[in-house]
């Protein structure tokens, strides 16, 4: 099996040295492993795990939902980020099964969450390759129901470049979950190359402002300015409006000048493993 493994990511030429950033800017040489086997191994072993960032809505100063977030701690290495495994994960087609997993452990932690009384919605970033699946719709409204969850708790977030893989199908795919009341986002919001038309042909109902539009807002006047036109025109189309990665409180305070809705971001609280979450919501109250 781990032959196998070795020379499958030997002939896609992936067994070189990785790197990864991590937030502290510091470079993690991962080694000469190949990261795809490390993967493999890891899926194998269970050792995938879901953080989850809070985000506030931003007139009442209130909790909003969570999105979850993948995590992948690499043994004597640390965490690798999402940004470098996840492409493995999809081009291999792990992402499928990791995805699935993913969906139903989000789901095993909401009713956790509202069996303590915390009735909020989570997030789930969902790969292009997944969304397309023939019976993705059915495969997610089944594990809500086995988990007794309302439709409504569960978002599903896919970028603008994702959807136009294949527009046809995921907007099929899409306009089911919608109807189910599953909320819809479009992630990363101002990044991809596609027309704005697509907000017409897909069934959203949220946006997602890309983070870098939000990190220079208070000295750039254009960022400032597209951030504005994007939460009128959001609003415009009846869409909920969220800012990601917001660091500052001169930030949080300019978004709320914008009505922007939600924020998402360092300043209000960092992605968190579940046991930590608890700990985070009780000192909140
Ligand atoms: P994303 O969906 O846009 O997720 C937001 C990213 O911004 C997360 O990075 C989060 O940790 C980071 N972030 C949040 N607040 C701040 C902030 O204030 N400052 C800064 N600098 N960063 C902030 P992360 O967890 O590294 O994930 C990166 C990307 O990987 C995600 O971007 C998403 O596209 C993808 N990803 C993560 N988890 C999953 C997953 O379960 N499935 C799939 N398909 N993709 C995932
Ligand atoms: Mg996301
Ligand atoms: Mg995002
Ligand atoms: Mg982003």
Same mark, same amino acid.
């Given at each position: 099996h ?10 896609q ?5 990785c790197f ?16 795809e086997n ?5 899926w194998?072993?269970k050792?995938f795990?879901l953080w ?5 809505n ?14 992948w701690?690499l ?6 980020s ?6 493995i ?10 995805g699935?997993w ?5 789901c ?6 509202a ?5 909020m ?9 997944q969304?397309?699946q023939d ?5 997610? %409204?089944?594990r /809500? !129901? ?6 409504q708790?569960?978002a599903?977030?896919l970028t603008? *470049? =994702? $959807? ?9 795919? %899409?306009?089911r /979950? !919608?109807q189910a009341?599953l909320s ?6 101002g990044?991809g190359? *596609? =027309? $704005?038309s697509?907000l ?5 109902d949220? %946006?997602k402002?890309?983070r ?11 960022d400032r300015s ?10 415009g ?5 969220v800012?990601e ?10 978004l709320?000048?914008?009505n922007?809705d939600q924020?998402?971001g360092?300043?209000y609280?960092?992605?968190?493993p579940?046991?930590q979450l ?8």
């Open positions: 781990l032959d196998h493994a070795l020379a499958q990511a030997k002939r030429g992936r067994n070189s040295i990864y950033q991590h937030p502290a800017k510091t470079t993690l040489p991962i080694g000469k492993v190949s990261l490390a993967l493999r191994l890891a194998e072993n050792e795990e989850y960032q809070p985000k506030m931003i007139a009442s100063g209130r909790l909003a939902g969570f999105e979850a977030l993948l995590r701690h043994h004597g290495t640390g965490p690798v999402p940004a470098v495994f996840i492409p994960l999809e081009d291999t087609g792990m992402i499928i099964p990791v699935y993913l969906i139903e452990q989000a095993t932690d909401l009713r956790q969450l069996d303590l009384g915390i009735d919605p989570v997030a789930v970033n969902i790969a292009a390759r969304l397309t019976d993705f719709a059915e495969q997610v %409204l089944a /809500l !129901r086995q988990h007794r969850l309302p439709p708790r569960l599903l977030e603008e *470049s =994702s $959807l136009m893989q294949e527009p046809t199908r995921a907007a099929g795919i %899409l306009r /979950l !919608r009341q819809i986002a479009i992630d990363d919001f990044t190359y *596609s =027309s $704005l697509y017409k042909r897909f069934p959203v949220t %946006l402002i890309d870098s539009f939000i990190t220079e807002m208070e000295q750039d006047a254009d597209i951030v504005d036109a994007i939460i009128r025109m959001a609003h189309l009846s869409m909920t409006v800012a990665g917001v660091e500052t409180a001169e930030q949080a305070a300019l709320r000048q914008l922007c924020i998402q360092y300043w609280a960092r992605p968190m579940l046991a608890a700990a985070w919501l009780a000192e909140q109250q």
